[in-house]
């Protein structure tokens, strides 16, 4: 486990200060499984483990808590929290509902030919990893994605809105990659986003991005079946309806 945080830690050395950096570090881990779902945090270990003290370990813990992502109990630790099922409905819909509107008015108002040309590299990056099957590098650019379209529209804030609700939806999108989701499927679903907008058709960047964001509905019940000790097994409704396009 540490070998793999240090190798986040490095890859974070231009990211701000100690305390972002830790915070950043701990959030990916948990999202790419480094720190699995029900697994105790030692905030001496990890403070050791980066060489800091441990009240920057201590903030960290306490945002990773406002995000859901771990768990603080007193006088018992610090636990990372299994997934939630429905934090991962509500953010999904949140997700949905912002970027739907986003690439609709992309389409509506143009984008600077400098984003769409960010755009289209990144989805060339994202080809890129088809072939190795390099997921984490995938998932940094499927992030990197979203939010240059968010930002190529203005919308910032809103970028920000959805980046603090989709800590649960990301461990999700995360494991689906693999697998659920191939990498293909989803470029092919960003270069349909990109081309809609680039066609300045409203109507059809809106549905290709609300087909995207809906991808997940496919995938969570299979997810929830082969990984049930990664999830909150006391959520059990059925996703059957849900899981319709």
Not at 49 to 76: C, K, N, Y
Not at 202 to 227: K, T, W
Request: net charge negative.
């Amino acid at each position: 486990m540490n070998t793999s945080l240090q190798a986040l830690w490095q890859d974070t050395r231009d990211e701000g200060s100690v305390r972002q950096r830790l915070h950043q570090v701990l959030r990916q881990s948990i999202i790419r499984m480094v720190l699995a779902p029900g697994q105790a945090l030692s905030e001496k270990e990890i403070a050791e483990t980066f060489a800091v003290s441990r009240q920057p370990v201590r903030e960290a813990f306490i945002r990773l808590s406002e995000a859901g992502l771990v768990e603080v109990r007193p006088q018992r630790g610090t636990y990372v929290v299994r997934i939630s099922r429905q934090a991962v409905l509500e953010a999904r819909f949140v997700r949905e509902a912002v970027e739907v509107a986003v690439a609709r008015e992309a389409a509506e108002c143009g984008l600077a030919p400098r984003t769409l040309g960010e755009l289209n590299e990144l989805i060339e990056r994202q080809r890129n990893c088809i072939e190795p099957q390099d997921h984490d590098r995938f998932f940094l650019l499927d992030e990197a994605f979203h939010r240059a379209l968010a930002l190529g529209t203005g919308h910032t804030t809103a970028w920000r809105v959805t980046e603090d609700v989709k800590a649960q939806l990301d461990r999700v999108r995360y494991l689906s990659i693999p697998d659920s989701t191939p990498i293909l499927k989803l470029t092919d679903q960003h270069q349909a986003i990109v081309d809609a907008i680039a066609a300045r058709d409203p109507d059809l960047a809106a549905r290709a991005m609300g087909l995207h964001q809906q991808e997940i509905l496919q995938s969570l019940p299979e997810l929830m079946r082969r990984f049930p000790e990664m999830f909150d097994t006391r959520q059990t409704p059925s996703l059957v309806a849900e899981a319709r396009p």
